[in-house]
Nanobody, 123 residues
Framework: QVQLVESGGGLVQPGGSLTLSCVGS????????MAWFRQAPGKEREFVAS???????RYTDSVQGRFTISRDNAKNTVYLRMNSLTPEDTAVYYC?????????????????WGQGTQVTVSS
């Protein structure tokens, strides 16, 4: 059974940092593109960042320079380091895997999804 399990979410003050982790099981994701999406209350799920097997990365404009996506293939894990967090970053964050290694920004491009982890930025 293929699974993606996110962790690391929580409550953080504005300006703070968090690191999310996503561990894959059931198969190796080494040659998959991996991505993070997020969904705020009342909004559509949106692309945050992606990383291809060759470590090429892509970010949405609103997180460029603040968030960093990385991967550890030996651990079948992808990370999202989030700095300088603002209340606008509050959302459920989802990990996703793309077997075609495109690393695109659209939800339909991803085959597997995690259940999400809540990130709340508030004072």
């Amino acid at each position: 059974q293929v699974q993606l399990v996110e962790s690391g979410g929580g409550l953080v003050q504005p300006g703070g940092s968090l690191t999310l982790s996503c561990v894959g099981s059931g198969r190796s994701f080494t040659y998959y593109a991996m991505a993070w999406f997020r969904q705020a209350p009342g909004k559509e799920r949106e692309f945050v960042a992606s990383i291809r097997w060759n470590d090429n990365t892509r970010y949405t404009d609103s997180v460029q320079g603040r968030f960093t996506i990385s991967r550890d293939n030996a651990k079948n894990t992808v990370y999202l380091r989030m700095n300088s967090l603002t209340p606008e970053d509050t959302a459920v964050y989802y990990c996703a895997a793309d077997s075609l290694d495109i690393g695109g920004t659209q939800r339909y491009e991803y085959n597997y999804w995690g259940q999400g982890t809540q990130v709340t930025v508030s004072s």
